[in-house]
């Protein structure tokens, strides 16, 4: 099939990408020129596993292409996914400006029958407002579509190539067919391609995500009232995976989701139900849960060394939201550094692949090192905000050597406590029964 992706973020450039791996010819346009410079020398500009690789073979192969030109798109593409970003407005809702310019502008260029599929995470109704759009502008035929994405930057590419389930979005059965064939190389495990109206496929990304999110701050929560009661939250998300309705998935507590999904995604939920005169308390507690998560593992560094930083040496290991991607979106990093900076901390960070992203954001209020060891030299204490494989079997004996103060502030429970202060750290987790913790949380 002639596909066309317009907009190559994570989504879009994984889905091209992916297509392309079938067979497919694909065009990825974005107005970006220099990112679509980038992408023609194979270069994504953003890390995520084995998507380089998929570039450079497709490009190779002559089956994906990048343009700029959206004429280019709408006159070779027979299926066009729409796949550009709908970031916050102030309220919390979801920007679909960029998705209704894209439609405006596929009418003008739409010479012949074509189907054209919502990709990006957008409000129930958008995909009509689509149709509506590109209605407005041409007396061409088409249809639209919704196929919402459920992939987790990390691993997008597993995920598209072996999905769960495809969700197709469709009024016509003619239309969904076509879909369900562009998608069956994906699921010839017979994983489901479930096919609904559009109004539900538009609504399952966001129920997704805010579900997942909701396990995350239940976790949460749970781990806070662990560290209030002496409990310990490593033996309840045991108990709670071994029962099959719940599941083990999403049961790890740390420092609260971050990313270009969980944050606005749920905040969109929560505006939708605002609009409809529907008060989503499940969800808004969610997103205040995931805000006072990060407030409060901020709290038990500043608690530890009595509100005075000023002059402390902090190492950090870990700045992107979560292992395997470079994405700083919403990180929880973010939110504890400019603490830790702003109380007059010295920090040093590390980060296996987000460093060049970190010094767009945090410029030269901290100081990038190259191995996550120097992060540790002279520290007074140890930050550890992402679960990065590097760090889960470090040489402890090295760090106790190189640290000032044996000290670990660790987000994302990687390490076993009573290990830990067998061998002489001060180790605090999120949830870890510790009888100082409830004191530093204050």
């Known amino acids: 099939m002639n596909i066309g992706i317009i907009g190559t973020g994570y989504v879009g450039l994984v889905t091209g990408a992916c297509l392309s791996e079938t067979g497919n010819n694909v065009i990825c346009m974005d107005i970006d020129e220099v990112k679509i410079e980038n992408l023609k020398q194979a270069n994504p500009l953003i890390y995520e596993p084995g998507l380089k690789e998929l570039i450079e073979r497709n490009t190779k192969e002559g089956r994906l292409h990048f343009t700029t030109d959206l004429s280019e798109v709408v006159r070779n593409s027979f299926i066009i996914?729409?796949?550009?970003?709908?970031?916050?407005?102030?309220?919390?809702?979801?920007?679909?400006?960029?998705?209704?310019?894209?439609?405006?502008?596929?009418?003008?260029?739409?010479?012949?029958?074509?189907i054209i599929v919502t990709k990006s995470t957008v409000p129930v109704g958008t995909t009509e407002m689509v149709r509506d759009t590109i209605r407005g502008a041409t007396d061409v035929e088409f249809d639209v579509a919704s196929c919402p994405e459920f992939l987790k930057?990390?691993?997008?590419?597993?995920?598209?190539?072996?999905?769960?389930?495809?969700?197709?979005?469709?009024?016509?059965?003619?239309?969904?067919?076509i879909l369900k064939e562009m998608y069956s190389p994906?699921?010839?495990?017979?994983?489901?391609?479930?096919?609904?109206?559009?109004?539900?496929?538009?609504?399952?990304?966001?129920?997704?995500?805010?579900?997942?999110?909701?396990?995350?701050?239940?976790?949460?929560e749970i781990a806070n009232l662990c560290e209030i009661v002496g409990a310990d939250v490593l033996d309840i998300r045991v108990i709670l995976g071994s029962d099959n309705r719940i599941g083990r998935s999403f049961l790890f507590p740390g420092i609260g989701y971050g990313g270009s999904c969980f944050p606005k995604d749920v905040k969109a939920l929560v505006s939708m139900g605002k609009q409809m005169e529907y008060d989503l308390r499940i969800c808004r507690a969610t997103d205040e849960v995931n805000a006072m998560q990060k407030e409060l593992f901020w709290r038990k560094i500043?608690?530890?060394?009595?509100?005075?930083?000023?002059?402390?040496?902090?190492?950090?290991?870990?700045?992107?939201?979560?292992?395997?991607?470079?994405?700083?979106?919403?990180?929880?990093?973010?939110?504890?550094?400019?603490k830790l900076v702003s109380s007059g901390a010295s920090v040093c960070v590390h980060d296996p692949v987000s460093m060049e992203n970190a010094r767009k954001v945090l410029g030269n209020s901290v100081e990038y090192v190259q191995s996550n060891y120097d992060a540790c030299i002279n520290a007074d204490a140890l930050v550890i905000h992402t679960e990065w494989n590097e760090y889960r079997q470090p040489d402890f004996d090295k760090m106790k050597k190189i640290m000032k103060s044996p000290v670990i502030f660790d987000g994302r429970n990687l390490y076993n406590p009573k290990r830990l202060r067998d061998i002489?750290?001060?180790?605090?987790?999120?949830?870890?029964?510790n009888v100082n913790t409830q004191k530093l949380m204050k």
């Open 153 to 177: 930057e990390g691993s997008a590419v597993e995920d598209f190539m072996k999905p769960d389930r495809v969700v197709i979005g469709a009024d016509k059965a003619s239309v969904a067919g």
């Open 81 to 114: 996914f729409i796949a550009v970003s709908t970031p916050p407005n102030g309220d919390g809702s979801a920007d679909i400006s960029a998705v209704l310019n894209v439609a405006r502008g596929i009418g003008e260029y739409l010479e012949d029958y074509r």
């Open 186 to 220: 994906f699921v010839r495990t017979s994983n489901p391609v479930i096919v609904v109206g559009i109004r539900s496929a538009e609504l399952a990304k966001y129920a997704a995500n805010a579900m997942l999110a909701t396990r995350i701050s239940f976790m949460n």
């Open 302 to 338: 500043k608690g530890y060394f009595r509100g005075d930083l000023g002059g402390k040496r902090i190492g950090v290991w870990g700045l992107s939201f979560k292992a395997k991607t470079d994405d700083l979106r919403e990180a929880p990093s973010l939110f504890v550094i400019d």
């Open 424 to 433: 002489g750290f001060k180790y605090f987790g999120v949830g870890i029964s």
